[in-house]
């Protein structure tokens, strides 16, 4: 990895993902080595046995008319043999003072039959037991010897070995000793090589109904059809039992011998489906060795069909593994979920197993003992433990999904009742700009009309200019509502920008100098609730304090700031200052002014104005020195309030 | 809107002032005639009328609710014959409902009908001296229109599509009631160079219609009919 990712150019996407690939292959093919090493450790253990003084290996072996001394365990190379079975005769030794236990012999393995004679009497014949007729289940033997048969000293045991196929006859040593020895052996591997097999047949049988409920519901994944019915076919051929000779059931036999091909087929269909392959036509030759043998077993012989199983169904399970194998790992590299994962690992453990398997049937195991079936549970597992990953996975999503819908539920809504606000808003904006409008032409054609009338009677007659002033006032206070009721989107500098034309206009003829500042580029930050009241009070309120200069203070200057200031808590306020020259005035520690009553009135006017639009108002006042003269000082709310509850 | 301090007397120039109030009538000539201009008065359309025959005057002051019609007639009628005469519109609110509509025939700002003498007078001369006088309430409401709303917002209509980004900034600071001086620094101009924009905006208001163009290519002499 590191000499590859040495040249490696990183902005090179598709060198860095082959890279992760590699990466990720290599990680995966380890893993799978592991396993494989833990397999072989685990299978090389070997089960526990009786003591070994019992055991009995030395035997004379009689076949085909020959005679000759062989040691247990002996591999038969004979595939069929039934009428003339090989014949191992034996000795043991029952000492005198074991006379009162009772004695058994014990086989834990052969194949594929067995029928042991004790000094002459039958004490065993396995042929009835159907589940030590199937090969595949290493199912191990025991039989009590009747005490009336056994004598002290030597004794005669001899075994017939029973073959019909389709592997060779075997069989392991043998123990004839005292029963209570030998039957916590013999307990053990009944529990492993028949009770657990059941065990694993009924799990199967769930997932098989399970997984048949899942592709009933769920027809587009025909996935989990196919594997439903491999674990059907799997319990069949679990529970259904081999029958000896031609009865009239024998004809299902064909069931029992093809289903280890065809279930291969279906787990490795399976596999493909998982992993996103669509079913092709060509597919059927997965399920010809399985058709064939079922065939086969319907119109031929029984032990041409056993023959064949060698030939047909083995291969099939080892290549089905295979492909299963490759298959698994690829989807685990590209889609890196965890079935695939769990698959692949299992996949690895049977593969392992029917590789030491086939060893065992070519003789190049010390022993017969076959794993591939009863690793098939591992595979079980794995299809359970991923079933259940993907059920809790959906249920994740349909959460996930729920909790999302609900969010982009409110979340619309919000928009909705937003952009209802706005419509709302704007609607509002244009029944305040018609009615305006509408005003301002009754105004024009009206009032307005009739007051220029006034000013331009007053100027003509003498002693009326207070009339005029009035008239003049009026039309001012007529100009301030209308430019207050226009739609300045919320940017108080507009309605400032008339004000300040305005006051220049009042201010000209006293010669008053206006001077006017904007500390801050920007000027007053934008308050999208200003409402038209909250100008006007505003408005007002810088009127009220020019008009005091004006006719109060004898200023000869005033200066308007207009700033921005950063307030302590983060927020952005407006602040407007009026400042004169003036004379000032004493401010009584109430914060009215001390002096004129309507000066005053004056005051209180405006900190009342400033207190409905939320803001803060600052007088000083000072009658000598440099700072003579009077500040107001306007510091707007970071918000307007929406009503003028304030009002005080 | 800035006055100038008071400067020569101006000689000579002629005004024409339509207005339908008598005493308002009055006190605008007064201002003005005191103020050295040559006043002809006219109360009506037709009087405003005879009074454009004799001659263009410098500037025309108009009122828009006539007797009988309306300023807005004499506006463009005035800006076709005498291209090179001010006109202004006398308002008695200074609103954008008649003051856009005469901007858009070839006025140039308004005047309160209850200004001061003093400010009649200065009016009319930063007029004459080629000044053009944009309230901030007008800046204000041509700029608004320049702004992407979803509908135009009521009142007269206005085309400010060929306004440049910088005439915008222009009115933008008139609108928020800055002088030119502000603004010229602000936008990094020269002072002088602000009166110019805002005539230039005025310009650019002005509706052109297809038969405008042909009255005024014929009175140029392009075209002989």
Redesign the interface.
């Given at each position: 990895m590191n000499d590859h990712g040495d040249d490696a150019q990183p902005d090179l996407p598709g060198r860095e993902r082959r890279r992760l690939q590699t990466s990720r292959l290599v990680q995966y093919l380890l893993l799978q080595a592991l396993i494989v090493a833990a397999c072989i450790f685990a299978l090389r253990q070997s089960l526990p046995e009786p003591p070994g003084e019992y055991q009995v290996t030395a035997f004379r072996l009689s076949e085909s008319g020959a005679e000759r001394a062989v040691t247990l365990p002996y591999f038969s190379s004979l595939r069929h043999a039934m009428n003339d079975p090989p014949r191992f005769a034996g000795q043991f030794i029952r000492p005198a003072s074991e006379a009162a236990r009772a004695w058994s012999v014990f086989l834990p393995r052969f194949t594929n039959g067995v029928e042991v004679t004790v000094n002459g009497v039958v004490i065993l014949d396995s042929r009835r037991d159907p589940a030590a007729n199937r090969p595949d289940r290493n199912t191990a033997q025991i039989a009590v010897i009747p005490a009336s048969v056994l004598h002290d000293g030597a004794n005669d045991v001899s075994i017939k070995l029973f073959i019909w196929g389709p592997i060779t006859g075997f069989l392991d040593r043998i123990w004839v000793g005292p029963d209570e020895l030998l039957r916590p052996s013999y307990n053990l591997r009944t529990l492993i090589f028949v009770t657990l097999p059941v065990v694993f047949s009924s799990w199967q049988a769930i997932l098989a109904v399970i997984l048949g409920i899942m592709w009933v519901m769920r027809r587009h994944e025909p996935a989990y059809g196919v594997l439903a019915a491999a674990m059907a076919v799997g319990v069949g051929q679990a529970f259904l039992q081999t029958p000896m000779g031609e009865t009239p059931f024998s004809r299902l036999n064909v069931i029992l011998i093809s289903s280890a091909p065809i279930e291969s087929g279906l787990v490795l269909t399976f596999a493909l489906l998982f992993s996103g392959w669509k079913w092709q036509r060509y597919g059927w030759i997965i399920f010809i060795p399985g058709v064939l043998l079922a065939l086969a077993g319907l119109f031929g012989s029984q032990a041409m069909v056993r023959a064949l199983f060698l030939y047909l169904a083995v291969p099939m399970v080892g290549l089905s593994l295979l492909i299963i194998a490759v298959v698994t790992a690829r989807s685990m590299l590209k889609r890196r979920n965890v079935a695939s994962l769990l698959l692949g690992c299992a996949v690895t453990i049977m593969l392992t197993c029917w590789v030491v398997d086939l060893l065992s049937v070519f003789q190049m195991m010390p022993n017969r003992i076959f794993t591939a079936r009863l690793s098939y549970s591992a595979m079980l597992v794995a299809i359970g433990a991923g079933l259940t990953w993907r059920f809790a996975r959906a249920l994740n999503e349909v959460d996930g999904f729920a909790s999302r819908l609900v969010t982009q539920v409110r979340e619309a809504e919000e928009k909705l009742k937003a952009s209802f606000a706005r419509e709302e808003e704007?609607a509002r904006a244009?029944a305040l700009?018609?009615e305006r409008?509408r005003l301002?032409?009754d105004?024009?054609?009206g009032l307005?009309?009739q007051?220029?009338?006034i000013?331009?009677?007053s100027?003509?007659g003498n002693g009326s200019a207070p009339i005029g002033d009035a008239?003049?006032a009026a039309?001012k206070d007529?100009?301030l509502v209308?430019?207050s009721m226009?739609?300045?989107?919320g940017?108080l500098?507009?309605a400032?920008?008339?004000?300040?034309?305005r006051a220049?206009?009042q201010l000209?003829?006293h010669d008053i100098a206006l001077d006017?500042r904007?500390v801050t580029?920007q000027?007053l930050p934008v308050h999208p609730e200003l409402r038209p009241w909250h100008v006007i009070q505003i408005v007002r309120l810088l009127d009220e304090a020019v008009t005091n200069a004006v006719k109060h203070a004898n200023a000869r200057r005033i200066t308007v700031r207009i700033e921005t200031l950063a307030g302590a808590d983060g927020l952005d306020r407006g602040c407007i200052t009026v400042e004169d020259d003036g004379t000032g005035f004493e401010i009584a520690p109430d914060g009215a002014a001390a002096g004129a009553i309507k000066a005053a009135r004056g005051l209180r006017n405006m900190r009342s104005r400033a207190a409905r639009c939320g803001a803060e108002l600052e007088l000083s006042s000072c009658a000598q020195g440099t700072d003579q003269g009077t500040r107001v000082r306007l510091t707007l709310p970071h918000r307007f309030p929406d009503s003028d509850g304030a009002a005080g | 809107?800035n006055?100038l301090s008071d400067g020569p007397k101006a000689e000579a120039i002629t005004v024409v002032l339509v207005e339908d109030?008598a005493?308002?009538l009055?006190?605008l000539q007064d201002a003005l005639a005191k103020a050295g201009y040559q006043v002809r008065a006219a109360g009506t359309l037709t009087e405003a009328r005879a009074c454009l025959a004799q001659g263009a005057p410098k500037v025309l002051l108009t009122d828009l609710?006539l007797p009988d019609g309306h300023g807005v007639d004499l506006i463009r009628e005035t800006r076709q014959r005498f291209p090179e005469t001010e006109i202004m519109v006398i308002s008695?609110?200074?609103?954008e409902?008649?003051v856009i509509s005469a901007i858009t025939v070839g006025a140039t700002g308004y005047l309160?009908?209850?200004?001061?003498p003093?400010?009649i007078a200065a009016t009319v001369r930063d007029l004459v001296a080629g000044h053009s006088p944009i309230?901030?309430?007008i800046?204000?409401?041509i700029v608004?229109r320049t702004?992407n709303t979803?509908?135009p917002?009521?009142?007269p209509a206005l085309n400010t599509a060929k306004l440049t980004p910088r005439e915008i900034d222009i009115l933008w600071g008139?609108?928020?009631?800055?002088?030119y001086a502000?603004i010229a620094s602000?936008l990094g101009l020269s002072r002088q160079t602000v009166p110019g924009h805002i005539k230039s905006i005025y310009r650019k208001l002005e509706v052109h219609t297809r038969g405008e163009a042909v009255f005024e290519a014929v009175q140029q002499g392009l075209i002989k009919l």
């Open positions: 704007r244009a700009a018609r409008t301002m032409r105004l024009h054609d307005g009309g007051l220029v009338s000013v331009a009677l100027e003509r008239a003049r039309l007529l100009r209308i430019d226009d739609d300045i989107g940017d500098m507009l400032l920008g008339s004000w300040r034309e220049m206009a000209r003829p006017w904007a580029p000027g | 809107m006055p109030d005493p308002t009055w006190r609710q008695i609110l200074g609103d409902e008649s309160l009908k209850d200004a001061f003093t400010d309230s901030a309430s800046a204000r409401f608004r702004q979803p509908e917002p009521p009142g008139i609108a928020k009631g800055f002088s502000e602000h």
